[in-house]
């Protein structure tokens, strides 16, 4: 009984700890100043702008996500995707409140990065959370209660 509560604990705590570290290392990574041979791959500066900034965040939200991914297809196994799609969503449903309160006012191109966003939060942690799990049970050939 106490090794259930443990484990329940660890679940908060990872979920909470996954949804600090999403915000911080997002804001990180938004911020990051352009390289200097990044317009020379996108040409014009509003889309190397606009692509620079898609590409830290996606980057972003995958960093975070494996390892929360790896802990919780190993250590939580059949409760592992549940666990990811709470925490994926509690980051998440926050955000698309706030958006949709701007969305009626932003441009076409706004609202599809805004989308976009909003699916890569949802999506990164359950689906690395699925590899792992699949890569776990196909080396160990069981499934474990974990």
Known sequence: MTERFAR?????TAIWLYNWCLVRVIGV???????????Q??????????????????????VVALPFAWL???????????LAC???????????????RYLPHMSGLMRGVNILDTVK??????LLTLVFRHRSLTHVGADRDG
């Open 121 to 126: 939060v949802v999506a990164a942690l359950p």
């Open 72 to 82: 919780f297809s190993t250590h939580y196994r059949r409760y592992a995707m549940p």
């Open 8 to 12: 329940i604990g660890l679940a908060v």
């Open 86 to 100: 709470v925490a994926a969503w509690i980051i998440a449903i926050p955000v698309m409140a706030q958006t949709l």
């Open 29 to 39: 990574a938004v911020a990051l100043p352009f390289p200097s041979w990044w317009f």
């Open 41 to 62: 791959v996108v040409p014009r500066s509003d889309h190397g702008i606009l692509a620079w900034v898609i590409l830290c965040h996606t980057t972003a939200v995958v």
